[in-house]
């Protein structure tokens, strides 16, 4: 492979470099596609939802394919708040969401990713897997021109590298666009894919067909830490995992696999997954800094996308979303540059402003003061404190005892408020809690 | 480990068996360790929070040789001791193109 020279190199065959590795050879660029995993995907994991919308955006029509590789149309989301041995829930069931064209799936990541990676192939992108980019090559003048590899004669020259190497983005780091996260920045996320007989499933979540099911929880189950954990069904298995930050982690002492066990063994999830046989374990860090962590996504020579520039909006459940949707706005830019002859880093920029502008930038922004609260609050009085009255609560609203109501709910009252740090914290909870997602 | 209930009563203890864990992933071996720790006395000195960290527990203090014995083959790539470490003293790199983990889910 000595001195070959190509449009661009994409590092990472993830769903922002397959999607700009797509966009660009679609377009007639030349485009190699690198993943060090034995095939796209093999080193990568997430909770198991993903969205039509962008999908469609990238590759019209791909998602009514007979090979889209997906398990279960979600038609029901469910929030869970739990308590030791309760739960208080919300959740969302529309028949709209039964049919054509379907809103979001569950799947996993080792079918998804290989099938739009060859879609990337498929228009032309080089494939080059079970290759590791080891490093950055850069000319006299700083400007990135290429990857060295841990090929013999590996190095791989191009106008401009694509840097989508996830969230232990080495090559970012190198560049010095980032420094390493903080453990603050990011969560460390642990599934198992647990195997039900299709009926059991259908059962125990009350669907039909092909529908499916997403809960997310949150309280006891974080153990005291800052957390969020999820429960998919697939069509023949259920995706259970949680994620938690890792400053609480390294603080807690608590590990990751004893925490998805007492998951495993909470009263409301316990009942679900009865009987099933674990299929794989696995664990991912997710990045968890949104706005204020997006280093700079443009340079010279180079464009960073997904989880590598902290395109996660853990709020809301996107990450593969806002990758793919970074990786098109990265491609369609050089194809743009390419075509008017300016690989400039000043042409190259127009990447950062185009995702900054578009849904990717502005939901990472409505969220930036999400980190800064959650880090401000105690994990233990917002997900154990309150969570657990807001629990306690609902049991005595619930509970018969020939009492006044007016008294019970009284109390009812005085105990939330308490558990928020008087009428004071519950409005300052409340405030900061709304600034957090709204700006 | 155990869940305390709210009552106070204490429920079945949870076990955790991690080998069965690892058992559901598939790995093909790398040649050379991909993690090393770069100095042994700054774990002896330091409290090891990478014992509990880890979801695969790779890192385990060998109190009897005072060193850090690292199961790199056991490793989910996850980079938490990357970015844990209290010291920054993990040499933390990619297996080679191909090799360590390869789900089969994901």
């Known amino acids: 492979m000595a001195k070959e020279h190509f449009d661009a190199v994409v590092v990472g065959a993830g769903p922002a470099g397959a999607a700009a590795a797509y966009t660009m050879a679609k377009a007639g660029l030349s485009v190699v596609l690198l993943d060090r995993g034995e095939f796209p995907g093999a080193k990568n994991m997430f909770g198991g939802i993903i969205y039509r919308h962008e999908l469609e955006e990238l590759i019209p029509g791909c998602t009514q394919e007979r090979t889209f590789p997906v398990e279960r149309h979600i038609t029901e989301q469910r929030y869970w708040l739990l308590g030791p041995e309760s739960v208080v829930s919300i959740g969302h069931k529309h028949e709209r969401f039964n049919s054509e064209p379907y809103n979001a799936w569950s799947t996993f990541r080792v079918k998804f990713d290989p099938w739009l990676a060859g879609k990337a192939e498929e228009a032309g992108a080089l494939p080059i897997y079970q290759t590791v980019a080891t490093g950055l090559i850069r000319d006299r003048s700083g400007r990135v021109i290429g990857v060295h590899t841990d090929r013999e004669d590996g190095d791989l020259y191009a106008d401009v590298v694509v840097i989508a190497d996830g969230v232990n983005s080495l090559l970012a780091e190198e560049l010095g666009v980032h420094r390493t996260w903080r453990p603050d920045e990011v969560s460390l996320a642990v599934k198992e894919v647990i195997a039900l007989p299709r009926e059991t499933i259908e059962e125990r979540f009350n669907l039909e067909g092909r529908e499916g099911t997403t809960i997310e929880f949150l309280g006891a189950t974080s153990q005291g830490m800052t957390g969020l954990g999820f429960l998919y069904t697939n069509r023949e298995s259920i995706s259970l995992g949680i994620g938690v930050m890792v400053s609480d982690l390294m603080r807690s002492g608590v590990k990751p696999y004893e925490l998805l066990e007492s998951v495993k063994a909470h009263p409301m999830i ?64 050089i194809v743009e540059a390419k075509a008017n002859g300016d690989l400039s880093a000043q042409a190259l920029a127009a990447y950062e402003r185009r995702v900054r502008e578009s849904f990717v930038g502005k939901d990472l922004k409505k969220i930036q003061r999400m980190p800064e609260f959650l880090a401000s609050q105690d994990p233990k009085q917002l997900f154990d404190g309150l969570i657990g009255a807001l629990n306690e609560a609902a049991f005595r609203f619930f509970t018969v005892d020939s009492r006044p109501k007016a008294q019970t709910h009284k109390e009812i009252m005085q105990d939330l408020i308490q558990a928020a740090g008087g009428p004071g914290g519950l409005l300052r909870l409340a405030w900061r809690g709304w600034r957090a997602i709204n700006g | 480990m155990s869940v305390q209930t709210q009552n106070g009563k204490q429920a079945a203890p949870v076990t955790v068996n991690l080998e069965a864990k690892l058992f559901t992933i598939r790995y093909k071996a790398d040649t050379a360790p991909h993690l090393a720790i770069r100095d042994q006395a700054v774990c002896a000195a330091c409290e090891r929070p990478c014992e509990t960290f880890c979801p695969a527990r790779v890192y385990e203090w060998q109190a009897g040789e005072g060193r850090m014995h690292v199961a790199f083959e056991n490793c989910l790539e996850c980079g938490t001791c990357r970015i844990a470490c209290p010291h920054q003293n993990i040499d933390w790199r990619y297996p080679t193109g191909g090799t360590g983990i390869a789900y089969r889910y994901g």
């Open chain 1, 270 to 333: 316990r009942r679900l997954i009865k009987g099933g046989e674990t299929k794989e374990y696995s664990a991912h860090m997710i990045p968890e800094g949104a706005w204020r962590s997006m280093p700079k996504l443009a340079g010279d020579g180079w464009v960073i996308c997904g989880d590598a520039a902290q395109m996660v909006n853990f709020v809301h459940r996107e990450g593969t979303n806002l990758a793919m949707a970074s990786g098109r706005m990265a491609g369609e830019t």
